[in-house]
């Protein structure tokens, strides 16, 4: 059975810190204004910048307001979360108190009468063939009770060792834009939508926020991708904050800085 | 009120500058303007809907040597709303040199919040008083990336010559 809704919105790759105090402020906000205006609210992954365990969320103020304002959100609206490559030991205890429904990587969903396939979009990079390596173990149910077990300063500095080492991969290709590892690719997409394909793919991850119209041999599909979020580096970064909104007027991104 | 004239590559900007409230920034910027600083410095980061900047390099992204950083005065109560012009700066809140900006949009999240690192914000000193059309010729030019900078003008957008019009 497949959820249905008359609206949504979808956001992905907040990668919410203490560091980015306005970008959580927007977060906050948009629990309190946006999101309450549709039926469900999906986050497609990476909502922080790396979560340890729900233990380690249990004890950080941060924390502990961001589980509060997802909790009045999904008092007011259904609320889905799809496990990012930063998030995904994202726990039961967590999505439990925020009211919150874990949904599988490849999800369908029908807003507004059609029908659209979810995920967080690493799975999609299979280009980047060390990254899929390592994504393979760490999805293994053995190797995540592991490192859960590990005292808290050990996860914590071998989550810091893996964001600096994706960091300076990411800062390297960045300047070159038309690195295929950094993008998703067709073949992956075409499986992910699968023979009997919805055709509406919607995915975060790549921080390339675009609407595509693609195919792959016999396969055609629309393909969204969310937008990150980072309102605090503007001295650096284009300041940027959207969702994606579905309703009966269409598929649309909304600019959250300007609104 | 201060008021300097950008006669630029796309036509003519008046800035009107806040001595009272931004004694600082606006002492800072006159001077640049009065020693030809800005002569022949192009607006080198330009993103439609959010701001356009100069005020530090010379065609071909070569940065122009610059006076001392001076102290941030965003918390004047002067907001970054659209045609404003503002100091701009490293992440370091009191970092601001030669370059600034010009709000081409009601920038809230660029406000002073906190004096801290992360709520300093950016300080407003002033605002476009005539040309605002050509601030939007400019913030609708086509950009790329240039080396390691990105949202650069294809074609330069050149400040020819800046002059004090009043004091």
């Known amino acids: 059975m497949i959820p249905q809704y008359a609206s949504a919105l979808l956001i992905s790759d907040l990668h919410l810190t203490p560091s980015m105090p306005l970008t959580a402020q927007r977060f906050f906000d948009f629990c309190e204004k946006e999101g309450p205006k549709v039926q469900a609210v999906f986050i497609l992954g990476d909502l922080f910048e790396y979560w340890v365990g729900d233990d380690a969320a249990a004890q950080s103020p941060f924390q502990q307001e961001v589980r509060h304002a997802l909790a009045n959100l999904s008092a007011k609206v259904k609320t889905y979360y799809v496990h990012g490559n930063r998030d995904f030991l994202l726990g039961p205890d967590f999505l439990k108190k925020t009211g919150m429904t874990l949904l599988p990587e490849r999800s369908h969903v029908e807003i507004a009468g059609s029908i659209y396939t979810l995920c967080h979009g690493d799975s999609l990079c299979t ?3 060390g990254y899929q390596v390592f994504r393979q173990w760490v999805r293994k149910s053995w ?23 994706s960091q300076t991969q990411y800062q390297s290709s960045s300047q070159n834009l038309s690195n295929p590892k950094m993008d998703v690719s067709l073949d992956a997409c075409a499986a992910i939508l ?11 991850h790549t921080h390339l ?36 909104m579905i309703d ?9 800085i300007q609104n | 009120m201060a008021k300097v004239l950008l006669k630029t590559n796309k036509g003519d900007i ?12 606006v002492a800072n910027f006159l001077q640049y303007v009065k020693s030809g600083h800005y002569d022949g410095t192009i607006f080198h980061r330009v993103i439609d809907n959010f701001m356009v900047q100069g005020g530090g390099m010379t ?6 040597p610059t006076g001392a950083e001076i102290e941030n005065e965003a918390n004047n109560g002067l907001k970054n709303d659209r045609y404003t012009v503002a100091m701009a700066r490293t992440s370091e809140p009191h970092s601001a040199t030669s370059q600034f900006f010009i709000n081409v949009n009601d920038n809230d999240f660029l406000n002073h919040t906190a004096p801290n690192a992360q709520g300093w914000g950016y300080a407003v000193f002033g605002k476009v008083t005539d040309g605002m059309d050509v601030v939007d010729t400019i913030r609708k030019v086509k950009t790329g990336s240039s080396g390691f900078h990105q949202d650069v003008p294809a074609e330069d957008v050149v400040i020819e ?6 004091e």
């Open chain 1, 143 to 165: 190797v995540q009770k592991l490192f859960l077990r590990l005292p808290l300063n050990w996860r914590r500095s071998i989550a810091n060792q893996l964001r600096s080492n």
């Open chain 1, 127 to 129: 280009a980047d063939v």
């Open chain 2, 14 to 25: 008046t800035l009107t500058l806040d001595n009272a409230k931004a004694p600082k920034s």
């Open chain 1, 194 to 204: 699968g023979t009997e394909s919805s055709g509406r793919l919607i995915h975060g």
């Open chain 2, 59 to 64: 065609a071909g992204m070569k940065q122009k």
């Open chain 1, 209 to 244: 926020p675009a609407h595509h119209n693609e195919h792959f041999r016999e396969q055609h599909w629309q393909r969204w991708v969310l937008s990150d979020w980072d309102i605090d580096h503007p001295d650096s970064v284009k300041p940027r904050a959207s969702a994606l």
């Open chain 1, 248 to 256: 009966g007027q269409g598929v649309q991104y909304l600019d959250l």
């Open chain 2, 161 to 166: 010559k800046a002059t004090v019009l009043e």
